[in-house]
């Protein structure tokens, strides 16, 4: 089992800066992946950025590429989300999530696949 807790989201104006971070606990050493994903309210969930936990590579949906930095401290099994350039319509609540079995890179951005979710944290960004 992998414990994973989210931390950092708040209120920030429209073109300000956020960071996020997801704490794992457990059975960390089997962590393939992680992942953020985020749900608006009304809104189905949505993929923002994923990172493969031993190579570090980095995938973006496209409406954040270019503005979020997804990066690890594995040393910590902490995953950060950089939320650089924020607008409105990144309001949502942020979850982290992560996966202890090799799935393709293709299907990083599916929540299908992640077992492990944490309880989420609100971002709020006012115009």
């Known amino acids: 089992q992998v414990q994973l807790v989210e931390s950092g989201g708040g209120l920030v104006q429209a073109g300000g800066s956020l960071r996020l971070s997801c704490a794992a606990s457990?059975?960390?050493?089997?962590?393939?992946?992680m992942a953020w994903f985020r749900q608006a309210l009304g809104k189905e969930r949505e993929f923002v950025a994923a990172?493969?936990?031993?190579?570090?590579?980095?995938y973006y949906a496209d409406s954040v590429k270019g503005r979020f930095t997804i990066s690890r401290d594995n040393a910590n099994n902490t995953v950060y989300l950089q939320l650089n350039s924020v607008k409105p319509e990144d309001t949502a609540v942020y979850y982290c999530?992560?996966?202890?079995?090799?799935?393709?890179?293709?299907?990083?951005?599916?929540?299908?696949?992640?077992?492990?979710w944490g309880q989420g944290t609100q971002v709020t960004v006012s115009s």
């Open positions: 999530a992560a996966v202890d079995y090799f799935f393709p890179s293709s299907r990083y951005n599916s929540g299908s696949y992640y077992h492990y």
């Open positions: 457990g059975r960390t050493f089997r962590i393939y992946a």
């Open positions: 990172i493969n936990w031993s190579g570090g590579s980095t």
